[in-house]
């Protein structure tokens, strides 16, 4: 049977499970094959009945001593019990209302039993154990994930039916590959993931396994970034950055300094730069990306600046118009609710080159968007971008210099894969004059005095935000309570000032009036949902409350709060929460205890785990089955090696022997890099 045929057609299988097994991810058979354990049962390591801990999963040997025994225990439920012995000691084995399983342990018979054992000193039992009769295959039982309609043992007998009846298995690592790193073949690898031969063998199954996934995802990446490098982009003649400088209202830190420094110095060279700008919330990014902008301006070349929201899009095409208002620098902003004829004279102005500058959102990377000479390619807040978006970007034009600015610090591990090679800046300095922002968590109880304490600052003439409670999954909530806050709020304890309010369901260009109005210091107290979260910069804001702040992840907290402390005036958190869950108390508290975003992130990785802090969704890398880009920190720094070797021989996988791993390659990214 062919690997890629719909798994309908396997022994077993038909029309309706197939239809359960396409809730797994399961189509073809080879989705069945690579459909991985969760866990293995060890049936290998056999205990002694006096030795076995109760309510832990252990395997005994031991033999039926009687017949099976019926009890009714009540209406609907009859236990069946039978007991067996090891030889030492006795152990009762029970079932409830599962006469079949009852039935097949035969009296005299020896069985292997796994399950839990409960009980105490002389009465013990397992209750509902799985059991065979020993043979004499034990080992490493595998378990499936599994979902109604099919169990883990069912799904273990469909994988050993297709390993039966399927074709042979190609190996998409050349063997010269293979034997350098010590790799099983694939089939082997296999075989040994679902049915191991031992515990060895079923560490070298995943080891191979992991190491085809990151080898192939490293492969992918590094050939989409070398097709950049070839290239030559615009390198630019003139360095204008002083005159830069003289354009703002503020000295730049040294950090900032330095990271335009290293960029300009790339920006001058034939290679198409590529860096990354790793900075906290607030240290200044626009502003370096800004001095970029600048330069390729003044060099006669486009620039475009790509923001995940069209709040935070407006903002910087409002800041950047305002820094350059006195140079001949054009400007415009492109986003998904700029109208139609709009649009249309934009994309023309960007094709014959009459803009200089394009700022906006996924809006710039449609395929209709052409620029005259595209010089460089910023992307704020790249998190919020997958990995092909920003190199639709960076494929406008002809091969850009790119600049992706982020304040999330991403483990090392990660940054390796999604940007290989990409220079780093790091901003690790705050603009002089910032104070350290305070934080407080208080109760509800305290709400009153919190909002007192807000409407102080307003009468000072000073600004601030109150964030609404986040509602999981349900926006539309979200702006209900957001809206009554509002009113209530307006007509209740805040009367008389100016109060906003911002929510996501707003129109563009009522977000636009809001932001506006809420910049220019008009309105005087926002409440908001987290469409702030993210690169809202109003120094003049220098209070927020977060109500019902257990609701939000740390990071989230961070990005919050990173809103206010902008500007050169002392700035005050106020979380409101009546969380009791020590976690969650935990949580709120370490976001008291400091502003540091490097501490933050770690520890929100250690608390919500690697799969929730950086899911695909948030790097934009196509899912892995086996491979864990958190933890696998080894195998990544590996087959990143292995990668970049072959690709240095051989940078296009030419010839027979490559052209499985060129097409797995090419199957991994089916979502938008191709290889070719
Ligand atoms: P982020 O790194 O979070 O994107 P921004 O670029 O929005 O930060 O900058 C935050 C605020 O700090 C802005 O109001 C900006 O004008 C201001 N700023 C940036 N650099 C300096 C500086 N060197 N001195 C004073 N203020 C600065
Ligand atoms: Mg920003």
Not at 248 to 259: D, H, I, N, S, V
Not at 564 to 580: L, N, T
Not at 592 to 599: E, L, R
Request: charged share 25%.
């Amino acid at each position: 049977m062919n690997l890629n045929a719909n798994i309908k057609y396997l022994k077993g299988v038909g029309e309706k499970r197939a239809a359960i097994l396409a809730k797994l991810g399961i189509f073809t058979l080879w989705d069945l094959l690579t459909f991985y354990p969760r866990v293995y049962e060890d049936w290998s390591r056999i205990i002694p009945i006096k030795y076995a801990p109760v309510n832990e999963n252990v395997c005994i040997k031991a033999i039926a001593g009687m017949p099976c025994r019926e009890h009714r225990i009540r209406k609907g439920m009859t236990l069946y019990k039978t007991e067996v012995t090891d030889g030492e000691s006795l152990l009762d084995i029970t079932f409830f209302n599962n006469k079949y399983a009852a039935a097949k342990i035969e009296q005299g018979k020896e069985y292997l039993f796994f399950g839990k054992i409960t009980g105490k000193g002389y009465y013990r039992q397992m209750t509902s154990p799985e059991f065979e009769e020993v043979t004499d295959k034990g080992g490493m039982r595998p378990i499936y994930p599994q979902t109604a309609g099919i169990n883990s043992k069912a799904i273990e007998k469909l994988i050993k039916t297709a390993f039966d009846s399927c074709d042979k298995i190609d190996d998409p690592i050349p063997k010269d590959i293979r034997n350098s790193y010590c790799l099983l073949n694939l089939e082997g690898a296999l075989k040994n993931i679902h049915f191991p031969e031992n515990e060895d063998m079923l560490s070298e199954a995943r080891r191979r396994l992991i190491f085809e996934e990151l080898f192939l995802l490293e492969l992918g990446m590094m050939r989409l970034k070398t097709k950049n490098r070839r290239s030559t982009a615009f390198s630019m003649q003139n360095d204008f950055t002083d005159e830069y400088f003289s354009l703002l209202p503020f000295e730049l830190t040294g950090a900032q300094k330095r990271a335009i420094a290293e960029a300009t110095a790339d920006m001058m060279k034939k290679v198409p730069m590529n860096r990354l700008l790793q900075g906290d919330v607030g240290s200044g990014k626009t502003a370096v990306s800004a001095a970029l902008i600048y330069n390729c301006a003044r060099n006669g070349c486009q620039s475009a600046l790509m923001a995940p929201t069209e709040v935070l899009a407006m903002q910087h095409y409002k800041t950047l118009a305002k820094m350059f208002e006195n140079t001949d620098i054009t400007i415009s902003l492109l986003t998904g609710s700029t109208p139609a004829a709009e649009k249309k004279k934009i994309k023309a102005a960007l094709k014959d080159g009459t803009i200089d500058l394009i700022v906006g959102t996924h809006a710039l990377i449609q395929k209709d968007v052409e620029f005259n000479n595209l010089a460089l390619a910023v992307t704020d807040e790249q998190h919020r971008f997958g990995v092909n978006q920003r190199s639709t970007l960076s494929s406008k034009g002809n091969n850009p210099h790119t600049l992706v600015m982020s304040a999330t610090p991403i483990p090392r591990t990660l940054a390796l894969i999604i940007y290989g090679d990409l220079d780093l800046s790091i901003l690790d300095e705050m603009p002089k004059g910032r104070q350290k922002i305070e934080t407080f968590l208080v109760n509800s109880e305290i709400r009153e005095r919190a909002y007192g304490y807000i409407k102080k600052h307003l009468c000072e003439g000073m600004q601030g935000y109150i964030v609404c409670p986040m509602v999981e999954d349900n926006e539309e909530f979200e702006l209900t309570a957001a809206t009554k806050l509002y009113t209530d709020l307006s007509e209740g304890f805040f009367k008389g000032f100016r109060l906003g309010l911002l929510h996501g369901k707003m129109k563009p260009a009522e977000k636009k009036a809001v932001m506006d109005s809420f910049a220019s210091g008009e309105t005087q107290l926002l409440v908001s949902t987290t469409v702030i979260e993210v690169g809202i910069d109003v120094p003049n804001a220098v209070i927020m409350v977060i109500e019902n702040a257990e609701r939000f992840g740390l990071s989230q907290l961070h990005q919050l709060r990173g809103r206010i402390g902008r500007g050169s005036h002392k700035s005050s958190c106020i979380m409101i929460s009546d969380a009791q869950n020590e976690e969650t108390v935990h949580r709120l508290k370490t976001l008291a205890s400091t502003t540091d975003g490097f501490k933050i992130a770690d520890e929100d990785l250690k608390l919500r785990g690697p799969g929730d802090f950086f899911g695909s969704r948030q790097h934009g890398l196509p899912e892995m089955k086996i491979a864990n880009m958190m933890t696998d920190g080894e195998a990544i720094r590996e087959t990143h090696a292995a990668a970049a070797n072959l690709l240095k021989k051989n940078p296009a996988l030419e010839g027979e022997e490559f052209e499985l791993l060129r097409k797995a390659v090419n199957r991994l990214f089916s979502g938008g890099i191709s290889m070719n």
